[in-house]
């Protein structure tokens, strides 16, 4: 099973800065990343996919990109409805995992 | 509208059974796989298994594998997870989740269900 880790835990962000989550992979799993935002008491939403994709409708201040298993998702500058929590997935073999999530805070 | 409508919230007493429903709509039921995600209580997402419609072939976690069971019924657009004998540790939100491409199970999940909270509490 493929272990992705999620850094840091929390970040503490102002409105309007920018924010950098990490996540890393065990092992290789080629682009096949992705990345969900999830507010309280919601369904997480796709963000990114195969790493640097948006996915419809997600503004152009989210990106993704990747070094080798290494994969960031930088948000250029936050609005209010982005502090949340997110979490990478990788779909590239099965089980699908999950990273275990970085809570993004009002500083 | 594609989308997938789950089953609404249960509270089961532990060794009791129990089957939760996610019914999708908007686009072809049977030409893509649907998975399973746990989220306990405050705490992260957990992939449980995947089942594709169209010929019921379906995978588990290994972490969850023999603790539950996934099904779909085609002719009426459902997939089911189901617990022959609930614990206490299953308490969860449960969610079904669509993969973005038809035909591969192996994708970034576009199409989620709103969630099925289940308690088990004697």
């Known amino acids: 099973e493929i272990v992705m880790t999620q850094s840091p835990a929390t970040l503490s962000v102002s409105l309007g800065e920018r924010a950098t989550l990490s996540c890393r992979a065990s092992q290789t799993i080629s682009s096949n990343l992705a990345w969900y935002r999830q507010k309280p008491g919601q369904a997480p939403r796709l963000l990114i996919y195969?790493?640097?994709t948006r996915a419809t409708g997600i503004p152009a201040r989210f990106s993704g990109s990747a070094s080798g298993t290494e994969f960031t998702l930088t948000i250029s500058s936050l609005q209010s409805e982005d502090f949340a929590v997110y979490y990478c997935?990788?779909?590239?073999?099965?089980?699908?995992?999950f990273g275990g999530g970085t809570k993004v805070e009002i500083k | 509208e594609v989308q997938l409508v789950q089953s609404g919230a249960e509270v089961k007493k532990p060794g009791e059974s129990l089957k939760i429903s996610c019914k999708g709509s908007?686009?072809?039921?049977?030409?893509?796989?649907i998975a399973w995600v746990r989220q306990m209580p405050g705490k992260g997402l957990e992939w449980m298994g995947i089942?594709?419609?169209?010929?019921?072939?379906?995978r588990y976690s290994p972490s969850f594998q023999g603790q539950v069971t996934i099904s779909t019924d085609r002719s009426i657009r459902t997939a089911y997870l189901q617990w022959s004998s609930l614990k206490a540790s299953d308490t969860a939100m449960y969610f079904c989740a669509r993969p973005s491409s038809s035909n591969y199970g192996g994708d970034a999940f576009d199409i989620w269900g709103q969630g099925t909270m289940v308690t088990v509490s004697s």
């Open positions: 997935q990788q779909y590239n073999n099965w089980p699908v995992t």
């Open positions: 089942i594709y419609p169209i010929d019921s072939d379906t």
């Open positions: 195969g790493a640097s």
């Open positions: 908007g686009y072809s039921f049977t030409n893509y796989w």
